[in-house]
């Protein structure tokens, strides 16, 4: 859990950006919720001074990253970096490859926790091998660092090397990406990137993969960016929570509204997502556009998503036998976003979800 500066910010960033949003992150009691990691992502760097070491833009980044990293430290909260294994970045600042053990050496002096490891300018690199190549690099540092593989799996059109980042990241990193970019809408295409449906769509069948210490990532929230709607935000929230996603913001956490706030600071919600189980949930049921979803939990319970993809508001019901549950079983109920218990319930549970909203509840004996 954290926040990452991309679906904001983009390539306008800079350390005062990022102090700030250290700060609210404490002040907001994001980080007492759980959100941990403060991610720099792409156009930090400069160049490369005569001995190959990377300097960060000096008109953004005046203080130099280990003060900045040190200050996000000193706020309880830990700092992550944004790199490439190509010869560039996304945003055409020096990448990588060539740098590695360079790279991760002066990642661990200045104190990073969490390394995004993006996948532009590769050429004809083999994606497995410069992720372990990598990630050797990091290991060999000492410093423990999460390493996230940016690889966008196979649904990439341009990209050369179709990989499949789910079927070895377990044995190099701890978490990777099941698809294209994220932007910020619900469904569709924008260029190279996804709408949120899209991608929970392509990261669905993928369930089987995740587990503790290596997640699928189906990129980051864009709850509180506005070009969603605050039910349709509940729906990311929940459905990422179902399929234990990393819960990584992109908003601008300084400045977000009480709605964005209340949606990313639902503890009970966060708790499914942060489960101990570590197993991801999946589609249990699909009639036309209204769907079930089920995640099981470490108490033998089960989070239970109603998810309405289409225009009308409309009843859906889980049925126990779905869920692994006896037909017969009286089972308590919470509504996790009206953040209330509903009782019991035997057989089946039904409620009415809005338009592109949810219902999500949590059920144990």
Same mark, same amino acid.
């Given at each position: 859990? +954290?926040?990452?500066?991309?679906?904001?910010?983009?390539?306008?960033?800079?350390?005062?950006?990022?102090? $700030?949003? !250290?700060?609210?992150?404490?002040?907001?009691?994001?980080?007492?919720?759980?959100?941990?990691?403060?991610?720099?992502?792409?156009?930090?760097?400069?160049?490369?001074?005569?001995?190959?070491?990377?300097?960060?833009?000096?008109?953004? %980044?005046?203080? +130099?990253?280990?003060?900045? !990293?040190?200050?996000?430290?000193?706020?309880?909260?830990?700092?992550?970096?944004?790199?490439?294994?190509?010869?560039?970045?996304?945003?055409?600042?020096?990448? *990588?490859? #060539?740098?590695?053990?360079?790279?991760?050496?002066?990642? @661990?002096?200045?104190?990073?926790?969490?390394?995004?490891?993006?996948?532009? %300018?590769? #050429?004809?690199?083999? *994606?497995?091998?410069?992720?372990?190549?990598?990630?050797?690099?990091?290991?060999?540092?000492?410093?423990?660092?999460?390493?996230?593989?940016?690889?966008?799996?196979?649904?990439? =059109?341009?990209?050369?090397?179709?990989?499949?980042?789910?079927?070895?990241?377990?044995?190099?990193?701890?978490?990777?990406?099941?698809?294209?970019?994220?932007?910020?809408?619900?469904?569709?295409?924008?260029?190279?990137?996804?709408?949120?449906?899209?991608?929970?769509?392509?990261?669905? *069948?993928?369930?089987?993969?995740? #587990?503790? +210490?290596?997640?699928?990532?189906?990129?980051?929230?864009?709850?509180?960016? +506005?070009?969603?709607?605050?039910?349709?935000?509940? @729906?990311?929230?929940?459905?990422?929570?179902?399929?234990?996603?990393? &819960?990584?913001?992109?908003?601008?956490?300084?400045?977000?509204?009480? !709605?964005?706030?209340?949606? &990313?600071?639902?503890?009970?919600?966060? !708790?499914?997502?942060?489960?101990?189980?570590?197993?991801?949930?999946?589609?249990?049921?699909?009639?036309?556009?209204?769907?079930?979803? $089920?995640?099981?939990? $470490?108490?033998?319970?089960?989070?239970?998503?109603?998810?309405?993809?289409?225009?009308? =508001? $409309?009843?859906?019901?889980?049925?126990?036998?779905?869920?692994?549950?006896?037909?017969?079983?009286?089972?308590?109920?919470?509504?996790?976003?009206?953040?209330?218990?509903?009782?019991?319930?035997?057989?089946? %549970?039904?409620?009415?979800?809005? =338009?592109?909203?949810?219902?999500?509840?949590?059920?144990?004996?």
């Amino acid at each position: 859990m +954290g926040w990452n500066s991309w679906n904001r910010f983009g390539c306008h960033i800079d350390e005062k950006t990022v102090r $700030a949003v !250290a700060d609210a992150m404490v002040a907001s009691g994001m980080r007492d919720a759980g959100y941990q990691y403060v991610v720099i992502d792409d156009c930090w760097q400069d160049k490369r001074d005569t001995d190959g070491n990377m300097m960060p833009d000096p008109a953004k %980044f005046p203080s +130099g990253i280990k003060a900045l !990293a040190d200050y996000v430290h000193s706020k309880g909260l830990k700092f992550g970096i944004y790199s490439d294994a190509g010869s560039m970045t996304c945003g055409r600042r020096p990448g *990588s490859q #060539g740098h590695e053990y360079q790279d991760a050496v002066a990642y @661990a002096r200045w104190g990073v926790d969490y390394l995004k490891y993006d996948w532009c %300018f590769t #050429g004809t690199r083999n *994606s497995e091998e410069a992720y372990a190549l990598m990630a050797d690099a990091l290991r060999s540092t000492g410093r423990d660092i999460v390493f996230s593989i940016c690889d966008w799996g196979i649904s990439r =059109p341009t990209m050369v090397d179709k990989s499949m980042p789910w079927e070895w990241g377990a044995k190099i990193g701890n978490l990777w990406r099941t698809t294209e970019d994220i932007y910020d809408a619900w469904a569709g295409r924008k260029g190279t990137s996804l709408g949120m449906v899209n991608i929970l769509d392509l990261t669905e *069948s993928l369930y089987a993969y995740a #587990g503790p +210490g290596h997640w699928n990532d189906p990129d980051m929230l864009e709850i509180g960016n +506005g070009g969603m709607s605050d039910v349709e935000y509940r @729906a990311q929230f929940s459905l990422w929570a179902m399929i234990a996603a990393p &819960l990584i913001a992109g908003n601008d956490i300084a400045h977000m509204s009480d !709605a964005t706030r209340a949606i &990313l600071l639902n503890r009970d919600v966060i !708790a499914v997502d942060q489960d101990n189980l570590g197993r991801a949930g999946h589609r249990v049921r699909k009639n036309g556009d209204l769907e079930v979803w $089920a995640r099981p939990l $470490a108490d033998g319970g089960r989070a239970v998503v109603l998810f309405n993809r289409g225009e009308h =508001p $409309a009843d859906i019901t889980a049925d126990w036998t779905d869920l692994g549950f006896p037909a017969t079983a009286a089972l308590k109920v919470r509504d996790l976003w009206a953040n209330k218990s509903l009782g019991r319930a035997s057989g089946h %549970f039904t409620a009415n979800v809005a =338009p592109h909203g949810v219902v999500m509840v949590r059920l144990g004996m």
